[in-house]
């Protein structure tokens, strides 16, 4: 069975501390891995696809890299409008469109 | 860009009632998701249509949920009767499928509360 497990559930940061948010998977055959970034009230917001294992991207203060067993969304200096929870899915290549979502890691950067 | 529209923005109703959701995609977008979203449950997968067939509805709790896509521009989510346990933040997506993985583009969510 496909399955996306996050850790940790919450994780509480000061302005400036980095940190690794942990996205592991079981997946037949994995199409892409995707995270995205929620804000209370909101739906989620895309911020990266990875395809293969060794892939990275970033974006301002995040980073996203993918092995064949897990991802991580590395946050370096995180201000306190980084906070929001954070979402994994992947893509299966025999489940069509559909994606799978972790339940999220919730973090909350303070000044 | 408007983007996905849903609506109601929050919805209350009591037990037994007949709730309806709506959604519009991005124009151009060939997949449509319905999503719910609690607590205990994160976000979990109910329907999925492909240029507006329905493809999978696995994921659909049971019976008194139905999805239709009359067109490419509008879906609906009926819940008939509503139960409280179906009290959630229903999210519909979209986006252009295709080979490579297609990010999904989600609404602002629906709040609905069944007394």
């Known amino acids: 069975e496909d399955q996306v497990t996050q850790s940790p559930e919450a994780l509480r940061l000061q302005e400036g501390e980095s940190s690794s948010l942990n996205c592991s998977y079981t997946?037949?055959?994995?199409?892409?891995l995707f995270w995205y970034r929620q804000d209370p009230g909101k739906g989620p917001e895309f911020l990266f696809t990875?395809?293969?294992a060794g892939e990275e991207k970033e974006k301002e203060r995040l980073k996203a890299t993918l092995t064949k067993k897990e991802s991580f969304l590395h946050i370096t200096a995180p201000k306190p409008e980084d906070s929001a929870t954070y979402l994994c899915?992947?893509?299966?290549?025999?489940?069509?469109?559909?994606?799978?979502f972790g339940k999220g890691t919730t973090l909350s950067v303070s000044s | 860009d408007a983007g996905v529209i849903q609506s109601p923005r929050h919805e209350v109703t009591e037990m037994g009632q007949e709730v309806t959701l709506r959604c519009k995609p991005i124009?151009?977008?060939?997949?449509l998701f319905w999503y719910r979203q609690t607590m205990m449950r994160g976000l979990e997968l109910l329907i999925y249509?492909?240029?507006?067939?329905?493809?999978?509805d696995s994921g659909m709790p049971e019976d008194r949920f139905s999805a239709k896509m009359p067109n490419a521009s509008f879906s609906t989510l009926k819940i008939q009767p509503s139960e409280p346990r179906d009290s959630a933040v229903y999210f519909c997506?979209?986006?252009?499928?295709?080979?490579?993985?297609?990010?999904?583009?989600f609404g602002p969510g629906t709040r609905l509360t069944v007394l």
């Open positions: 997506a979209s986006t252009v499928s295709g080979r490579l993985a297609a990010k999904q583009f």
């Open positions: 997946v037949s055959g994995l199409r892409g």
């Open positions: 990875l395809y293969s």
């Open positions: 899915a992947v893509q299966a290549n025999q489940a069509g469109t559909a994606l799978i």
């Open positions: 124009s151009g977008h060939n997949s």
């Open positions: 249509f492909n240029n507006n067939v329905p493809i999978d």
